[in-house]
């Protein structure tokens, strides 16, 4: 489990390390100022990739659904949720490099159960990406609702990471995340009341997507 003190994920350390040491040597070495300024920039932006802040949920009451994921709203449909197999909508949120990558808890309740698929990466772009790209679908529910994130990689992404296993989970925890560019479906309830569009920019824990049960 993460704690509020990890400013930077520790997944991070690697690409950090490597290119940190690629950029002292070129400085010990005497390289051009243009390759020194090139090994710089890749360092900064490992750094600001595995930036891991704080959120703070828009409405934490009883029903809000709160994105699991940073990015922008891609579309919005409805289709057939993995692992529950129950008629939902789904809302699949496309990732930038210059989003946070770290994924969350959409509701508080239980992550019950997971789903991992090793498939292909293709690109994002592709039509059948969402379908055979590597995937990691994880249910979370309580009792007033089933909702299913799928965390899919893209034609750079090679790895999703689980934070923690299943079990009780927090509004908003993080659990886990994709490296380098990726997708998030959300599938919510049909009776989930949307708070959002297609084209949004949305941050994980914290942007309301919708009210499950609304009155």
């Known amino acids: 489990m993460r704690t509020k003190t990890e400013i930077i994920l520790k997944e991070g350390y690697p690409y950090i390390a490597v290119t940190g040491g690629l950029f002292l040597i070129s400085l010990l070495f005497r390289f051009p100022l243009l390759l020194q300024l090139l090994f710089f920039a890749v360092f900064a932006f490992m750094v600001f990739f595995f930036r891991n802040p704080e959120r703070v949920p828009e409405d934490e009451s009883l029903g809000a659904v709160i994105s ?27 990732l930038s490099l210059f989003d946070v990558h770290v994924q969350r808890s959409p509701i508080e309740g239980e992550m019950s159960a997971r789903e991992y698929i090793h498939g292909t990466f293709l690109s994002l772009n592709s039509p059948k990406a969402s379908e055979l790209n590597e995937q990691n679908r994880v249910l ?76």
Do not use: C, H
Not at 71 to 88: D, M, Q, R, Y
Not at 185 to 211: C, H, M, R, W
């Open 68 to 94: 699991p994921s940073d990015g922008t709203v891609l579309e919005i449909t409805n289709t057939i949720s993995p692992i529950t197999n129950k008629e939902a909508i789904k809302v699949s949120i496309r």
């Open 140 to 215: 979370f529910e309580n009792n007033l609702s089933q909702i299913v994130v799928n965390q899919i990689a893209g034609f750079i992404t090679r790895r999703i990471v689980m934070f923690r296993d299943l079990g009780p989970v927090r509004l908003a925890e993080r659990y886990g995340m994709i490296t380098f560019g990726s997708q998030v479906d959300v599938y919510l309830p049909l009776n989930t009341s949307l708070k959002v569009t297609e084209f949004q920019k949305v941050k994980a824990g914290e942007t309301l997507i919708g009210y499950v049960n609304e009155n």
